[in-house]
């Protein structure tokens, strides 16, 4: 399948986690990995399933690479009907009231757009035990087997 | 051919720059060089031990030497264990990303007082630096000048109940020093008016949430939604924590029971009184390196091959995610200006010196710390600097 993967990060730990992701699929997958800074709306038509993995920042912002795309959602208003996406949320726990709100806001607007997302969005908390790649591969093992 | 880049200082700028250098240019020679026997600097000594999920980047950094190839040479002082001209003659680039340790100092008549403690010191001390010095005597009315996002960590650990410190990696003696403090009003003072401070609201936000926390605003900032008028609201604990903005440091003196500040108000002239004083008004160089001779070295890289990054560069502000922006930057001009000298030793310059630790020593003893945590907390620090440089057990053998 051809798998577009795709980070929205502040510090760095979502591209590290996008180029794990990558480095997991590529054996029995067509992979690619981007920066939502770089990625216009509209490239998500290319792939089969889109995979993003998106911080937050501050309190429950977009992390700045995903800000440019978000930009371009909203000024555009793309028609994203077709493309489907499943999305994974790096947030801290330490900051409860707006957890995992930067990866819950790019679904949102995404599915505004009319795309379709795959699994459920689940959100890694760095104050916890868990590394985010055993919580991420597993998920998408799962979002694979039916997609 | 591969160009030999040495970067001083293992913390968030130089990691950043080394992963950016690596990301583009897998084959070169990158070592970064720490005068503490483990690395990551300010996220593992300045980062607050109960901001565990920002200390997250480790795990990055820490593929700069599992996976990209990165070399690290710890327990190395450059400008003492090795001077600064020998590191350059031996690289193609050297980069100082060496931070900015010292406190910058109040500037006003007292200063040095007993009582008056730089932030940089304390945090240093709370998190188990193995240069920190003891943990001082704060009193019941400590005074807090400066309101920037260390002056409000300091304030967030001095808050918090030994529950809300569960999951952090704060030290069984610095936990016992809080517990043992027996605060019992903290007062922030801060030049600037109060919607010009430099703290981020998400931090005062965090502040609020605080069981103890009763937070008091003296001049509060026009907008009712400022982030400090919505903790003060918020907030009802037993213990206050007074912020006082548009209040100028002036003068300290020693009395009875502590200490008395003398400061410049919209008012007029006013005293406080305060167990103790700690400033936390940023940070300066600690004068081992000649900063100003090398950033005006360091502006012209392609001849004198030398780079500055991160604080060190740019002065004490500016979290992780600049450093990761900055660092990025900084490789790629690094990679467009130097040439590689292959007839230059690089690392080769360390063999057989005696005393230098490398990675695989820090993953033993980031291990045993991480083995050794108390079921309240995600790490047991080694405090001393002997223990971070003791062999490690062969229990992993």
Redesign the interface.
């Given at each position: 399948m051809k798998i577009a993967i795709y980070y929205g990060t502040?510090?760095?730990?979502a591209e590290?986690l996008a180029e794990d992701i990558a480095t997991e699929l590529e054996d029995a997958h067509e992979t690619s990995v981007a920066d939502l800074a770089e990625t216009a709306p509209e490239a998500l038509k290319a792939a089969e399933l889109n995979v993003i993995v998106c911080s937050s920042?501050?309190?429950g912002d977009f992390p700045?690479s995903a800000k440019p795309f978000v930009e371009k959602l909203n000024a555009e208003s793309p028609d994203l009907s077709g493309v489907r996406f499943a999305i994974f949320g790096l947030g801290?726990?330490?900051?409860e009231a707006t957890y995992g709100f930067g990866s819950m806001k790019l679904a949102d607007l995404l599915v505004a757009r009319g795309a379709t997302t795959l699994g459920e969005r689940i959100v890694h908390?760095?104050?916890g035990?868990d590394?985010p790649e055993d919580l991420a591969l597993p998920w998408l093992a799962g979002i694979l087997e039916t997609a | 051919m591969s160009a030999k880049i040495a970067i001083v200082g293992g913390g968030p700028s130089g990691c950043?720059t080394a992963?950016a250098l690596l990301k583009r240019a897998p084959d070169l020679e990158v070592d970064v060089i720490d005068a503490l026997p483990v690395p990551y600097g300010l996220v593992r000594y300045g980062v607050a031990a109960?901001?565990?999920?920002?200390k997250?980047?480790a795990?990055?950094f820490a593929?700069l030497f599992t996976r990209q190839k990165a070399q690290f040479f710890g327990n190395l002082r450059v400008g003492e264990d090795i001077s600064l001209d020998e590191l350059r003659a031996a690289y193609d680039a050297v980069v100082l990303a060496t931070g900015l340790s010292a406190d910058r100092p109040l500037g006003i008549p007292g200063e040095d007082l007993p009582g008056v403690i730089g932030a940089g010191a304390l945090t240093r001390a709370l998190y188990e630096h193995p240069d920190a010095t003891d943990l001082p005597h704060l009193g019941a009315t400590p005074l807090v000048i400066g309101t920037g996002n260390v002056a409000i960590d300091v304030l967030r650990l001095l808050a918090k109940t030994p529950a809300e410190l569960h999951?952090s990696d704060l030290g069984a003696g610095p936990s016992d020093w809080l517990a043992a403090q027996g605060i019992e009003r903290i007062t922030v003072i801060g030049r600037s008016p109060a919607a010009a401070a430099r703290f981020?609201?998400?931090m005062v936000?965090?502040l609020g949430e605080l069981s103890r926390a009763d937070i008091q605003v003296r001049h509060p900032a026009p907008e009712a939604e400022d982030a400090l008028n919505l903790a003060a609201a918020a907030s009802s604990g037993p213990l206050p924590i007074e912020f006082r903005f548009e209040t100028r440091p002036l003068a300290l003196e020693a009395i009875e029971r502590g200490l008395r500040l003398t400061v410049e108000t919209p008012e007029g002239e006013e005293r406080i009184d305060a167990s103790s004083v700690i400033s936390a008004i940023g940070f300066t160089c600690d004068g081992r390196l000649d900063r100003a001779g090398l950033l005006a070295e360091a502006e012209d890289g392609t001849a004198s091959r030398l780079y500055a990054a991160g604080w060190f560069r740019g002065g004490p502000t500016g979290a992780?995610?600049q450093c990761?922006?900055e660092g990025q930057a900084l490789a790629a001009r690094i990679l467009e200006e130097i040439t590689p000298d292959p007839a230059r030793p690089g690392r080769t310059l360390f063999a057989g010196r005696e005393g230098i630790v490398d990675f695989d020593h820090w993953q033993q003893i980031d291990a045993q710390e991480l083995a050794a945590a108390p079921d309240d907390r995600?790490r047991r620090k080694f405090a001393r600097r002997e223990d971070l440089l003791r062999p490690a057990l062969p229990q992993d053998a």
């Open positions: 502040e510090t760095g730990n590290m920042y501050d309190d700045a801290d726990s330490e900051y908390d760095a104050a035990d590394l | 950043y992963q109960d901001h565990q999920g920002t997250g980047v795990r990055q593929r999951g981020s609201p998400v936000k965090e992780i995610p990761r922006e995600c």
